[in-house]
């Protein structure tokens, strides 16, 4: 009785073409689509303004911004963010890089103190002339929203004592009692601040 040949087939290239797309596109399809439509539709259920951006919306419904990303206040009537080493855009966020004792960060923090009056106030707390390493931050501490309240106070011409009690109603601790120092978000005070009037 003859016995049939056992010799291993070759495989062609072609095969081997073949069976490394379809490793590529089932991968793509759980990597690329998936996944990420899974984390989003669960963010979306347990956390829809998150999910969305922490938009922030005026009367009329516009988006006026995002709660988790800082937007620069110049004007005297506003309270300043910290300074930010992409100028608050959010495409390229990131930190200056700079060490302590770089000329260049000393030059900038001596610029940022000129906008503020340090004779009559006191030090500037750290927050108000050193950027985050995001550029972005959202949030500045309670002292340097307190230490901005007499300058906004004049320039809306209201009482301090207004203005300190709504920078105080604003601060929270976002990460509860593991945030050691109260914080405030610079957008929703200045928002907080416009609908006072």
């Not at 399809?29 to 938009?55: H, T």
């Not at 110049?74 to 390229?92: I, K, L, N, Q």
Request: glycine fraction near 8%; charge should be negative.
């Amino acid at each position: 009785m003859a016995t049939p040949d056992t010799k291993p087939r070759e495989d062609g290239p072609v095969l081997h073409i073949v069976a490394g797309l379809r490793i590529v596109l089932s991968t793509m399809l759980v990597c690329c689509i998936a996944y990420p439509a899974v984390i989003l539709l669960a963010g979306r259920m347990l956390s829809p303004g998150s999910a969305e951006g922490s938009l922030l919306r005026d009367e009329q419904g516009r988006v006026i911004g995002s709660e988790r990303i800082a937007q620069g206040f110049t004007r005297p009537e506003y309270f300043w963010p910290r300074p930010s080493a992409v100028d608050f855009d959010a495409a390229g966020a990131g930190g200056s890089n700079l060490s302590p004792a770089s000329p260049d960060l000393r030059s900038r923090v001596e610029a940022a103190l000129r906008d503020f009056d340090v004779s009559s106030q006191g030090p500037v707390p750290a927050d108000l002339v050193a950027a985050s390493g995001s550029g972005l931050d959202p949030d500045i501490s309670l002292a340097a929203a307190r230490y901005q309240a007499e300058r906004v106070a004049r320039a809306r011409g209201v009482a301090v004592e207004a203005v300190l009690e709504l920078v105080e109603a604003q601060a929270r601790r976002p990460g509860g009692p593991l945030t050691p120092d109260r914080l405030v978000n610079v957008l929703q005070l200045n928002i907080a601040l416009d609908r006072m009037r």
